[in-house]
């Protein structure tokens, strides 16, 4: 389940370990050395494209999709595999008499980047992992097909509920660029503090309920001979799941919004911000994180956890899949909402819940009908179980895991979702300007968690990036309103 989910299986790559940055077409990352930075990838669109002829829209086909079309399909293959997309691909293929060409890969962007650029990428896109195409720009060059129809086109389940009316509001508000929605965050994703349920009972330990109460709960742990904490040190934009949320509940989703726009000043005026940076300033100087941590890949960190080496880590709700080959049985995975800081303007249980997973339709694809039609499929409720059962994690699909059995990990994570209510958060700057979060931001983290820099100069050199950004002609900005 959230945003911006960071899993690339088990080759110790996160999702967005290598930052998107373009100076012309700018569809994808590729590695350099250090932080990575990205070059260009330039081209334009081909006139030869070929769609496939549009099919009579009747009840039953609300899209209008040819029966016998071809349907292209390039789903990420990480942490979440692929098999879930697979069996949506053989319904389509049952109701439409049609092949379908399926590629799983971790590697988007670079297989994409020039079939886009030449005018005839595949239908539909998983847009995930390291190597993703940059949505922003593809968005606005107008490469994303415009998903209103499906949408407004009727649920699988019942005709007469929209698709619009079965998936979670905030999954519409996320896949806007401006006033076009054209991005699906198929997936819903809980991050939070995550933690094995049997430790904390074994020890006689409690989850803890603010900032204070954790760092009193961190010193217990660090004299029972355990790590508090560890994190993907080698990619510390992990630590922001956490940290930009904490703000964000403390500080209010106004004040949030203004860092989410690139106002001058929202992070330097922020007293919110202040309280979190400081609190995790407090956690190094007291040596509350595994040695060595700042080394470690997502999944080297998930291990290590998953050992018992530490007990809490920053993470999604992907990471039960993901850890599931280092989990021991009995582990009890759980996740805990946002701790309470002074005057905090969102209540507790508070939590950051959000879409994730993007899938996109290109609209120079030659079935964005059918590329349609397989989303709506994905969102019937038939899928999103399935979904739920091979992954360990939730769509955007409400009440759609109602009445199953679920894994502890997810259990954990609905549990909490359900009873955060209304009190969502909901961060776009990660989405809007990773290489901003991931590059820059994420530099900065990995700095304040090894002691190297204080609370006082992350927020103030974090504050003049942001701006670098905000004054950045090149870079496409968007906005979000309260």
Not at 151 to 176: C, F, M, N, Q, Y
Not at 348 to 368: C, D, F, M, Q, W
Not at 441 to 461: M, S, V
């Amino acid at each position: 389940m959230g945003s911006t989910s960071a899993r690339n299986g088990n080759d110790g790559i996160g999702r967005r370990d290598l930052i998107k940055r373009s100076a012309a077409l700018g569809l994808v990352t590729v590695p350099t050395a250090g932080f990575l930075s990205a070059c260009a990838t330039g081209g334009g669109t081909s006139e030869k494209e070929t769609k496939a002829p549009g099919g009579e829209k009747t009840a039953k086909n609300p899209l209008g999709v040819a029966k016998g079309a071809p349907l292209e399909a390039f789903i990420f293959k990480g942490g979440l595999g692929d098999q879930y997309a697979k069996d949506a691909e053989a319904d389509y293929k049952a109701t439409y008499g049609a092949e379908v060409k399926h590629t799983g890969t971790q590697q988007v962007g670079p297989k994409l980047t020039p079939r886009f650029a030449g005018g005839n990428p595949p239908d539909v896109i998983d847009n995930s992992g390291a190597d993703h195409l940059d949505m922003n720009k593809l968005s606005t060059q107008g490469q994303l097909q415009e998903l209103s129809a499906l949408l407004d086109a009727p649920s699988l389940d019942d005709p007469a509920r929209k698709v619009r009316d079965t998936i979670h509001p905030s999954t519409i508000e996320k896949g806007r660029h401006g006033d076009a929605f054209d991005v699906l965050y198929y997936a819903f994703t809980i991050y939070g503090t995550w933690y094995s349920q049997k430790l904390l009972d074994d020890k006689g330990w409690t989850y803890p309920r603010t900032l204070s109460e954790m760092v009193t709960l961190c010193g217990e742990i660090k004299k029972a001979g355990i790590a508090p904490w560890t994190y993907a040190g080698k990619y510390p934009y992990y630590v922001h799941f956490n940290l930009f949320a904490q703000i964000a509940k403390i500080g209010g989703m106004e004040k949030w919004i203004a860092i989410d726009n690139l106002e001058p000043g929202a992070w330097t005026s922020n007293d919110a911000v202040k309280e979190v940076v400081e609190h995790y300033e407090e956690l190094a100087a007291k040596k509350y994180f595994l040695p060595g941590s700042q080394g470690l890949t997502h999944i080297q960190s998930q291990t290590a956890w998953n050992k018992g080496k530490a007990v809490f880590i920053p993470n999604g709700s992907w990471v039960e899949n993901e850890a599931a080959p280092t989990t021991p049985k009995d582990f009890g995975m759980a996740v805990g909402a946002l701790f309470e800081g002074t005057g905090d303007k969102m209540p507790h249980g508070t939590l950051r819940g959000e879409p994730s997973e993007p899938y996109i339709v290109a609209a120079k694809g030659r079935n964005p009908a059918g590329g349609m039609e397989l989303l709506r499929i994905m969102l019937s409720r038939k899928h999103a179980q399935n979904f739920a059962t091979k992954v360990k994690s939730l769509t955007c699909v409400m009440d759609a895991t109602a009445g199953m059995t679920l894994s502890p990990g997810l259990a954990s994570a609905s549990k909490v979702f359900k009873e955060a209510g209304e009190n969502l958060i909901s961060l776009q700057l990660q989405e809007w300007y990773p290489a901003l979060t991931d590059e820059k931001i994420g530099g900065l983290t990995g700095q304040l968690l090894t002691g190297e820099l204080k609370a006082a100069e992350w927020i103030k050199k974090t504050q003049a990036e942001c701006d670098k950004v905000a004054k950045d002609s090149s870079v496409t900005k968007f906005k979000r309103s309260a």
